[in-house]
């Protein structure tokens, strides 16, 4: 009887636990809100990166000056992964700093914080 109140705590301890950091885990993606347009500028040089889809992962577009680059993104713990439609796919470290400003660090984004491009577009409710 003993064993069998132990393994009913244990299951009831690890299902609070997945259950709490999956909505922590909704709720960070939902204050990350990636969806949109982010601009990065030091001096003369400048980029976008324009991300839809999902709260974890979509399609994204990356503008600079000389280029434009198509792919898709993955938003993964500490980590986004940008997999173009030409080339290898790789990682940079992603940090939300606060609303609308976000750090992308990783090969050829060295250090970068994005902020998020404003927009004159009000969002309008759908009737259900």
């Known amino acids: 009887m003993n064993l069998l109140f132990f393994i009913a705590v244990v299951a009831l301890?690890?299902?609070?636990?997945?259950?709490?950091s999956r909505d922590a885990?909704?709720?960070?993606?939902?204050?990350?809100?990636?969806q949109g347009s982010?601009?990065?500028h030091?001096?003369?040089?400048a980029s976008s990166i324009d991300f839809t889809g999902g709260p974890a992962e979509g399609e994204?577009?990356?503008?600079?000056a000389t280029s434009r680059q198509r792919g898709r993104w993955t938003l993964h713990g500490g980590s986004v992964r940008f997999?173009?439609?030409?080339g290898t796919p790789f990682e940079c470290r992603f940090r939300l700093f606060e609303d609308g400003s976000?750090?992308?660090?990783?090969?050829?984004?060295?250090?970068?914080?994005?902020?998020?491009?404003?927009?004159?577009?009000v969002p309008l409710r759908s009737r259900q």
């Not at 885990?25 to 990636?34: A, G, K, S, Y």
């Not at 030091?42 to 040089?45: L, T, V």
């Not at 994204?60 to 600079?64: D, F, H, N």
């Open 13 to 20: 301890g690890a299902y609070v636990f997945v259950r709490r």
């Open 25 to 34: 885990r909704r709720r960070w993606l939902e204050r990350v809100h990636l």
């Open 38 to 40: 982010w601009e990065w």
């Open 42 to 45: 030091s001096g003369a040089a």
């Open 60 to 64: 994204y577009v990356e503008t600079t």
């Open 83 to 86: 997999a173009p439609e030409q």
């Open 102 to 121: 976000i750090g992308i660090d990783g090969a050829g984004r060295e250090r970068r914080v994005y902020t998020r491009r404003a927009s004159n577009v």
